[in-house]
Structures are given as C-alpha cells and as structure tokens.
T-cell receptor, first 113, second 114 residues
C-alpha cells in the first residue's frame, strides 16, 4: 500500500460544483502539503500544514480551502470549481527532522468543464 | 524570493547516450537543492539532494548532479540513459531558513529513444 494515498485519482466535474480531494498518510509525518501541477509551471504550493492546528496559505491559495482532520489526513476543497482549476493535484508529506524531503501521493487529476 | 529555471522543457536523447538536464536558481541565501523524478502516472520521488559538503552528489539510477555556487546551477547528468529513464524531472530549491518551502522549476521531460 502507498504511504501517501489520494482519492479520487480522477474526477470530472462541472463549473460551480464543490469538490473535495482527500489525502491520507501512514508515514507518521506532521507536515502535509497540497500542490498543483500544470504543464510547464512545475508544482505550485496551495496550502501546507505543519501540525493539526497549523494551516498556512501557499503561493496560490485563492479558490481553495483545506482541512486537517487528523495528523494523517489533509483534504483540499474547491468550493465552487472553475475551468482554470483543471490540473493535477498532489498531496505530500515531510518529516520536520531532517531535510524536508517530500513524499508524494500519486496525484488526483481534476477536470472542470 | 527564490526562483528556479529549468532551461529545457524537453530533451530527446537516444538510448545509451549521455544526458544533462540544466537547472539554475536565484537565491540570496544558502540553499538546499533537490532533483525529483516523475514517471508517467505517478507522483514525484526524490532522485538526489545537495545539503552541504561535496558539490558532486550521486543519486539513484546512476544519476548525479553538481552544485556550482558561483553559477547558481545544479545540473543533472547521467553518462548513459535507458528507455526506463523516460520521465519528467523537476529541480527544486529551498532556502535553509526555518519554515521556507520548496520552489520547483517548470520541469524537463526526458524522452529516451531506442
């Protein structure tokens, strides 16, 4: 089983719908992240959380919200999806002791029509 | 603010040929440097990292990278590529101040041809 699991892996939705992407991890890491990947832009940080009570905005947080339900769970919501939120979304974790190496899930591909 | 530039969006190369994927960064402070690889339909995984010490860093699958502070570069190399190296490669930089996040480059798609 994967250490970082994302659901759903693929989702097609319509403009204006609310969407939630979920992430769970078994690595025991405190730090969790949501990234968005667009061709040619690399990965951009949406939100990050250093522990259950700590939530921080990243570079591109507008239009997104997050919830850290437990150490192992970090979900990303799009309250009212729009077509330019069509992208590949990655959840990642890291261990605060060390070099902040990121461990990624396999991604959630979201298409907003 | 830091930024990362990967100069080539795509690099086609024949199998068993050498390859270099270029990465330059801008930062006013000392940094940690990373290369991640993304195979088709998978998440990213760490290929190698530079934290301190020797400027030549060896990673998995025969890849290596050299940190050049004066040129603010961290180019990735492999002397002989395989078909299985076909993937997207991302360079990433983090200022080694507490709380700073990774900044990723735009990625380079390595296409190994038989």
């Amino acid at each position: 089983d994967a250490d970082v699991t994302q659901t759903p892996r693929n989702r097609i939705t319509k403009t204006g719908k609310r969407i939630m992407l979920e992430c769970s991890q078994t690595k025991g890491h405190d730090r969790m992240y949501w990234y968005r990947q667009d061709p040619g832009l690399g990965l951009q940080l949406i939100y990050y959380s250093f522990d259950v009570k700590d939530i921080n905005k990243g570079e591109i947080s507008d239009g997104y919200s997050v919830s850290r339900q437990a150490q192992a769970k970090f979900s990303l919501s799009l309250e009212s999806a729009i077509p330019n939120q069509t992208a590949l979304y990655f959840c990642a974790t890291s261990d605060p002791v060390g070099t902040e190496e990121l461990f990624f899930g396999e991604g959630s591909r979201l298409t907003v029509l | 603010a830091q930024s990362v530039t990967q100069l080539d969006s795509q690099v086609p190369v024949f199998e068993e040929a050498p390859v270099e994927l270029r990465c330059n960064y801008s930062s006013s402070v000392s940094v940690y440097l990373f290369w991640y690889v993304q195979y088709p339909n998978q998440g990213l995984q760490l290929l190698l990292k530079y934290l301190s010490g020797s400027t030549l860093v060896k990673g998995i699958n025969g890849f290596e990278a050299e940190f050049n502070k004066s040129q603010t570069s961290f180019h990735l190399r492999k002397p002989s590529v395989h078909i299985s190296d076909t993937a997207e490669y991302f360079c990433a930089v983090r200022n080694n101040n507490a709380g700073n996040m990774l900044t990723f480059g735009g990625g380079t798609r390595l296409m190994v041809k038989p």
